[in-house]
């Protein structure tokens, strides 16, 4: 009797670390997982853009209803990004075209497309898993804007970083696009060297900030207002999953509530209350992403209440 108990006893333990070291296998080198949340007024559909070299993840495009969260899987390595289309009309067949950030697919898969500009963009360069490498992140203004949009790390302290602000408010008329839905960069609204870093302004020596891109970084100190805005706009953080919420905050301008709710600003007392939203705003201090559960301690729960379903 004592025997079999061991041997049993033996052989969950066995099936315990097979199972826990499997996890360990995926987190170490199975890549991240981007969960997104909606929190605007409405339904919002993000674009999946992978570069070049970088496999496809599981969609290029999809819905987002208001209050909903998806996640998807990338792999160690990965590269490329991710942003939001707004006022989309989709018929039953999926086709059809948005006001802000359209790809041009006509559906509302992206099949490899980018957003037209003006459009908030998030960009990620994964390191290579194992320990190995380095994650890259940013919130990009280069290509304009078109929402609130906010990166967290599971992990803590890694930075958070994007732009809380309401930017198609604080929006010069010359820049405005879609009737006020977005904001136009500098470079889209006039062509010129200078504002697009080409040409002859195609270096860092030559390429300075202008009085829209130093709009756009006063308003989000952390997100790119320019071609080489590096400094400041680029994070990084190592083996850990990311979230991307749109519309950190209630009341986005693409909201139908967008009137009686504007998005908080800075010195909105509601912004203040929460700390690390208010260092994006404020630049000031180095937020540490909110701690998710991790994959690895799901997984120890799970094996745990497996172990105890055998053993009765």
Known sequence: MASWIITRSTWIMSVFF???????????????????????????????????????????????GAGETRSLAAPAGWSGRFWARTGCTFDDDGKGTCATGDCGSGEVECR???????????????GSGGGGGKDYYDVS????????????????????????????????AELKAGHGQACRSACEAFGTPEYCC???HGNPDTCHPSVYSQMFKRACPRSYSYAYDDATSTFTCTGTDYSITFCPRPGNPNS??????????????????DSWLASLATGEVDGAAPASTSLLLQATLAVAVMALLVLH
Do not use: H
């Open 18 to 64: 097979v199972i826990l070291s499997f996890f360990q296998g995926l987190v170490m080198v199975g890549g991240v997982t981007f969960t997104f949340t909606n929190r605007c007024g409405g339904t919002v559909w993000p674009g999946v853009l992978s570069n070049s070299g970088s496999s496809a993840l599981g969609t290029t495009g999809f819905a987002l």
């Open 112 to 126: 490899g497309a980018g957003a037209a500009p003006p459009a908030t963009l998030v960009e990620f360069t994964l």
């Open 141 to 172: 203004l280069v290509d304009g804007y078109n929402l609130p949009m906010v990166v967290e790390a599971a992990a803590a302290g890694c930075p958070a970083t994007g732009c809380v602000v309401d930017l198609n408010q604080r929006c010069p």
């Open 198 to 200: 080409s040409g002859d």
């Open 256 to 273: 139908q509530k967008s009137s009686n709710d504007p998005s908080p600003r800075p010195k909105d007392p509601q912004l203040e209350d």
